[in-house]
């Protein structure tokens, strides 16, 4: 088993680009904070986190970041593992707040595995400054539990897009309760999609909320359940 607490491999404000994170474990990883953002002069480093035959787990609280305030895009996040675990509080960052593009998250797990989330945020934004387009948020497993969960893709300045945020459980049921998707865009660009998949199982949505309207000029996006 393999337990980190905190990591920085980000660059500084007139730096470049942050650092690429790359966490492998053949049991359980368990993961507190970690950043790899970008400086002025660069983006964010991708982050990876893995584990071949247990669990990967974001502990209660911890963040996870590979967001830019330059000219160069936010890093992808993923995690991979039979279970992934993202537990109160987490946080998941991949934001741009100038020039680049926010960064993709994605969270797979194993056919006969799944993904847990209580109450986490998964965020692939463009905010503040920002011009170019939020990324994707792409969910795999073939369980999802999504209970009180935020996924938020929205493209909240400039002319650029939402994100599209899919969640799939490939081998039963899918659970999405009390949480909030947001591909929302406030320019020119067309907000984000979202699309639902429960094979094998139920899908079931309660007391949540999915926005992909545009108040710009844009096109809003499509919900598919």
């Given amino acids: 088993n393999t337990s980190l607490g905190n990591l920085n491999a980000s660059a500084g404000l007139a730096g470049g680009n942050g650092g690429t994170v790359i966490l492998d ?12 953002s970008g400086g002025a002069l660069g983006g964010g480093g991708a982050i990876l986190l893995n584990s071949d ?14 967001s830019t305030n330059g000219i160069g895009s936010a890093g992808n996040i993923q995690a991979i593992g039979p279970l992934v675990f993202l537990n109160p509080g987490a946080t998941l960052s991949a934001n741009s707040t100038a020039a680049g593009n926010a960064g993709s ?6 056919p006969n595995g799944g993904v ?12 503040g400054a920002g011009t170019g387009s939020a990324g994707g948020i792409n969910v795999s497993g073939g369980i999802l539990s999504l209970t009180t969960t935020r996924f ?11 994100g599209s945020v899919f969640l799939n459980a490939t081998n039963g049921g899918l659970t999405f309760a009390n949480s909030q998707i947001a591909t929302d865009t406030v320019g ?35 919900v598919n359940l």
């Fill in 25 to 36: 474990a053949d049991g359980n990883l368990a993961v507190g904070n970690i950043n790899s």
């Fill in 105 to 110: 998250i994605g969270i797979q797990a194993a």
């Fill in 53 to 66: 035959r247990a669990s990967v787990s974001v502990s209660a609280n911890a963040t996870i970041n590979s």
């Fill in 152 to 162: 938020d893709s929205r493209g909240q300045s400039g002319n650029g897009g939402g």
């Fill in 188 to 222: 020119a660009g067309n907000a984000g999609n979202v699309q639902m998949t429960a094979l094998n199982g139920e899908l079931i949505v309660n007391g949540s909320s999915i926005n992909t309207k545009t108040s710009g000029t844009g096109i809003s996006g499509t």
């Fill in 116 to 127: 847990v989330s209580l109450g986490a945020t998964l965020e692939t934004t463009v905010e």
